[in-house]
């Protein structure tokens, strides 16, 4: 059988790594495409190396744009590449961005079987456009790959017949665990003169928190106070990076130990050997229960409550007071510990394959 996957973005790239490799395990013929929505070596060369992805067969070059400009050149490219590859049996598309979607559409109404790579995540937050993403990915998809309980009865509750649903647990945490020992070594907090467990990693690149310079203020102030206790080490994304082209942001930035995007194993690194983690990023929340490091959602809610009831995660949303006091828990030791939910184990990509062969 010939499986084609197809990746976009950076938080793609380290979920189809352990899938690619259990197929080519499994002696299954393989195709990679990427549609190019994220273009920058930082976002996505340095993975393809880190992960060990074999170059794309395809590039679709599509790049950045409005939402709608993406999903539609997306889908345009994606057609035409389906064209030039012998038929596939599955497209597998991962997560919830807009090559997922423009993926899946395309390739269910050309007759081709789609499997969706952490399907039912739901954040019933609409105004995200992942949330859009996910919902409609998985109403159209043939197999629908889960990574824990909550998302198989949020499809479920959808009306989704459970023949379709395969819990199959978290990829990433595969490409976590097998990656650990590379990444450690790099010695990130060492060269950037951090103490191993005396610092802090954030990230920040949501349209919600990002693109209101007012809400951009308030985040960054209550941040500045944390940085007061610990550094707050911070790798910023292309899109903050624009935002904080302002004055006044400019300078609350400055008390954050600012950085550019780092590559999967050096931001592993600094993200295992961090004291706290916080985030509006999603799979930086399962990276964190994966590692068993406290990790602060700056978000009002999360499409992965597992990494809540479970894990190390809390939601404190953008409330400066919220956002200090449980900073603070945290670096007196009081953080959450938690564990790692089943199915977490490192083995989801072979339970993939199976899904895929059933
Ligand atoms: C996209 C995903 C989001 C994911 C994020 C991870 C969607 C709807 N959103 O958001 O779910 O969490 O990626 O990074 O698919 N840019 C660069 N270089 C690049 C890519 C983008 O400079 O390689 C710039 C763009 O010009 C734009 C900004 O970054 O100004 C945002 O990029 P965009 O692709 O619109 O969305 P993300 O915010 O990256």
């Known amino acids: 059988p010939l499986v084609v996957h197809v990746v976009g973005t950076r938080p793609n790239f380290m979920k189809v790594a352990p899938v690619m490799r259990a197929c080519a395990a499994r002696g299954l013929e393989q195709r990679l495409v990427h549609t190019g929505q994220h273009y920058d070596a930082r976002m996505s060369d340095v993975f393809f190396e880190d992960l060990g992805l074999p170059p794309p067969d395809l590039h679709l070059g599509v790049g950045s744009g409005s939402h709608a400009a993406m999903t539609a050149r997306c889908m345009l490219a994606f057609e ?3 064209g030039r590859l012998p038929p596939p049996d599955w497209v597998v598309v991962p997560g919830d961005v807009n090559s997922t ?8 109404k050309a007759g081709i079987r789609v499997a969706h790579l952490e399907a039912g995540l739901r954040s019933f937050d609409r105004t995200m456009p992942e949330e859009l993403n996910r919902v409609a990915t998985d109403h159209l998809a043939d197999l629908l790959l889960t990574p824990s309980p909550d998302a198989d009865r949020n ?16 990829v990433m945490i595969d490409s976590l665990l097998a990656s650990l020992p590379a990444a ?17 990693v954030l990230t920040l690149h949501r349209p ?14 209550a941040l500045a106070r944390v940085a007061a206790r610990v550094p707050v080490v911070f790798p910023v994304h292309p899109r903050t990076r624009a935002r904080l082209e302002v004055p006044g942001l400019a300078g609350l930035a400055g008390a954050l130990r600012l950085v550019e995007p780092q590559g ?4 592993l690194s600094l993200t295992s050997g961090a004291a706290l983690l916080l985030t509006d990023s999603g799979g930086l929340q399962e990276e964190a229960t994966g590692l068993g490091v406290p990790c602060l959602t700056l978000r009002e809610n999360t499409e992965r409550p597992i ?3 479970e894990g190390t995660n809390t939601v404190v949303g953008t409330d400066p007071v919220a956002i200090v006091r449980e900073a603070e828990a945290a670096l007196d030791g009081r953080g959450k510990r938690g564990r790692r939910p089943e199915l977490w184990d490192g083995r989801a990509a072979e339970r993939v394959v199976d899904a895929l062969l059933r």
């Open 101 to 108: 979607l423009a993926a899946a559409l395309v390739a269910v």
């Open 80 to 82: 035409e590449a389906l």
């Open 155 to 170: 499809l479920a509750r959808e009306g989704i017949p459970a023949a379709r649903v395969a819990r199959v647990g978290n």
């Open 264 to 267: 999967y194993l050096d931001f």
């Open 307 to 309: 990494t809540v009831d």
């Open 184 to 200: 450690r070594a790099r010695e990130v907090p060492e060269r950037l003169g951090l103490a191993r467990g005396g610092y802090a």
């Open 208 to 221: 919600s928190n990002v693109d209101d310079p007012a809400v951009l203020a308030r985040l960054l102030s």
